[in-house]
């Protein structure tokens, strides 16, 4: 069936840090994939969006990149502030279905 | 301004009782969903209105019904609350239906049912 998985629960860096979320997902559709963030006390916010049109997104300093092949999704920033720590979820999207598919959310701790 | 608004942001209540949270969103959006949040930040799709027609009904208890005077409000009413019920209830809207469009979220309303 339809379906994200986030493997890892809690991820904790220092600032500066390389950052890295895997997310895979399972669909026989065309999909549209999203990366939300959500701040403590906040519902989620889109972070970045990408289609099969444009296998590629940025933003804030965030990247993912949608590949096929190995359905995967994954998020990554290059160095990353205490400013980033939230939860992240990796979304899955189908034309063909009125819902989003969340995945289990990977909370990223920054310490100073 | 334009957002989702939900009221109220907490609310502590007994076994059995009834509550209601209001959803308001300023963004013109067409459709508007109600989210479970649990104490694992798991995410559950509850209900989506577009135009004050329910799309999807995900299998949730009933107790739990949606109620839309109009497009840009969506109140959750849960009738006789139990333990399980304790959670973060997110509102979200959307400009479209289907799972191409963003959604907007609102801040969240934390039940606790004691």
């Known amino acids: 069936g339809d379906s994200v998985t986030q493997m890892q629960g809690q991820v904790t860096l220092s600032e500066d840090d390389f950052l890295f979320i895997n997310c895979t997902y399972s669909?026989?559709?065309?999909?549209?994939l999203f990366w939300y963030v959500q701040y403590p006390g906040e519902g989620p916010q889109l972070l970045l969006k990408?289609?099969?049109?444009?296998n590629k997104g940025i933003s804030r300093g965030f990247e993912a990149t949608y590949d096929k092949g190995t359905t995967s999704f994954h998020l990554q920033k290059a160095s990353v502030q205490e400013s980033d720590s939230a939860v992240y979820y990796c979304?899955?999207?189908?034309?063909?279905?009125?819902?989003?598919?969340f995945g289990s959310g990977t909370k990223l701790t920054v310490e100073p | 301004e334009t957002a989702v608004f939900q009221t109220p942001n907490y609310h502590v209540t007994q076994v059995g009782n009834e509550v209601s949270f209001n959803c308001k969103q300023t963004?013109?959006?067409?459709?508007m969903y109600w989210y479970k949040q649990d104490s694992k930040k798991l995410l559950k799709i509850m209900f989506s209105?577009?135009?004050?027609?329910?799309?999807v009904n995900e299998t949730v208890p009933r107790r739990f019904s949606p109620q839309s005077s109009d497009k840009a409000h969506l109140n959750l009413r849960i009738k006789s609350v139990e333990p399980e019920d304790s959670a973060v209830y997110l509102c979200?809207?959307?400009?479209?239906?289907?799972?191409?469009?963003?959604?907007?979220f609102g801040p969240g309303t934390r039940l606790t049912v004691l």
């Open positions: 990408v289609t099969t049109a444009n």
């Open positions: 669909t026989t559709w065309y999909p549209t």
């Open positions: 979304v899955l999207g189908l034309s063909n279905y009125n819902v989003l598919y």
């Open positions: 209105y577009n135009n004050k027609q329910l799309i």
């Open positions: 979200a809207s959307s400009t479209g239906l289907g799972g191409l469009y963003e959604q907007y």
């Open positions: 963004l013109g959006h067409d459709t």
